[in-house]
């Protein structure tokens, strides 16, 4: 069994900052792309940014310069460093991997419950 919990939401004023966290656990072999994904009211659900097993990222247009994402290998977990927060950020946060259990040919795809994120002044 696998699972992922995000952590590190919440409510921050316009301008300001924010980390997630996301921490994978269970049988793990191994893990290849990691991502955050957002939804808004109303609204579909959005790629944010991901990143490689190898560590290349990948950004949406709306967040490229205020948001960064890493992960630590070692402890399987991703991270998601939000700067200039907006109102226009305001979503439900979810963490995404795609992982290898022992049975598992490919890997598969594994989501977090979600984590809130509010801009708001």
């Known amino acids: 069994q696998v699972q992922l919990v995000e952590s590190g939401g919440g409510l921050v004023q316009p301008g300001g900052s924010l980390r997630l966290s996301c921490a994978a656990s269970g049988s793990i072999f191994s893990i290849d792309g990691m991502g955050w994904y957002r939804q808004a009211p109303g609204k579909q659900r959005e790629l944010v940014a991901a990143i490689t097993s190898g560590g290349i990222p990948n950004y949406a247009d709306s967040v490229k310069g205020r948001f960064t994402i890493s992960r630590d290998n070692a402890k399987n977990r991703v991270f998601l460093e939000m700067n200039s927060l907006k109102p226009e950020d305001t979503a439900v946060y979810y963490c995404?991997?795609?992982?290898?259990?022992?049975?598992?040919?490919?890997?598969?795809?594994?989501w977090g419950q979600g984590t809130q994120v509010t801009v708001s002044s």
């Open positions: 995404n991997a795609a992982i290898r259990t022992l049975i598992d040919v490919v890997p598969v795809s594994y």
